[in-house]
């Protein structure tokens, strides 16, 4: 099992930055799948993006495409999502997630992760 730890959430207003980070406490951080997840109030978990083992590529969700950007340190085993332009309906919690049984393509499923970590909360201020 790995734990995950996420960081960098916060409060922000329309249009500022914010870049989280996942740290995972396993040494093989590269053979994982690391995914972000993020739950508004009464809303379900949804999938944000993802990113690859080796050759670090990346999936979106539409919402996010063009603002959010995922990337990984191996060597650091962190994970990273940096988010600009935010929008107030991008506040959520954002949860890191991490497979490494899973090798589909179906990467935005909760259910294809094992580990996930406890998530940041991330606010924006209209």
């Known amino acids: 099992q790995v734990r995950l730890v996420e960081s960098g959430g916060g409060l922000v207003q329309t249009g500022e930055s914010l870049r989280l980070s996942c740290s995972a406490s396993?040494?093989?951080?590269?053979?994982?799948?690391i995914a972000w997840f993020r739950q508004a109030p009464d809303n379900e978990r949804e999938f944000v993006a993802a990113i690859g083992r080796s050759d670090g590529s990346s999936r979106y969700s539409d919402s996010v495409k063009g603002r959010f950007t995922v990337s990984r340190d191996n060597a650091k085993n962190t994970a990273f999502l940096q988010m600009n332009n935010l929008k107030p309906e991008d506040t959520a919690i954002y949860y890191c997630?991490?497979?490494?049984?899973?090798?589909?393509?179906?990467?935005?499923?909760?259910?294809?992760?094992?580990?996930w970590g406890q998530g940041t909360q991330v606010t924006v201020s209209s």
């Open positions: 997630a991490a497979t490494f049984l899973y090798s589909g393509e179906h990467v935005y499923i909760q259910g294809n992760y094992e580990d």
């Open positions: 396993v040494r093989t951080f590269g053979r994982y799948i």
